[in-house]
Nanobody, 122 residues
């Protein structure tokens, strides 16, 4: 079975930095994209950043210029470098990946990690 495990969350002061990591394990035929979503209490889950297999990236407007997504394909790992953190960045951050896990199908399914908490104090 495929598993995504996030790490790197914590408590920081406004203006500080954190780096989140997500490792995908298990039998993976191909990775179509890996990315990060976040959800704050009372809010819907939103896309933060995403990286496709071709290296294309996209970011939420609220994090452009502050967050950077990167990947280490050899380790099936995606990172999110978060700089200049703001209190409004406080949320549970989820890793997500579009994966093909069976050689008998070409379909891609989305997998989710368990989430890691990021809290930014003012």
């Amino acid at each position: 079975q495929v598993q995504l495990v996030e790490s790197g969350g914590g408590l920081v002061q406004a203006g500080g930095s954190l780096r989140l990591s997500c490792v995908a394990s298990g039998t993976i035929i191909s990775i179509h994209y890996m990315g990060w979503y976040r959800q704050a209490p009372g809010k819907t889950r939103e896309l933060v950043a995403r990286s496709t297999h071709a290296g294309d990236t996209n970011y939420a407007d609220s994090v452009k210029g502050r967050f950077t997504i990167s990947r280490d394909n050899a380790k099936n790992t995606v990172y999110l470098q978060m700089n200049s953190l703001k209190p409004e960045d406080t949320a549970l951050y989820y890793c997500a990946a579009g994966l093909t896990v069976s050689a008998t199908t070409s379909r891609t399914y989305r997998y989710w990690g368990q989430g890691t908490q990021v809290t930014v104090s003012s």
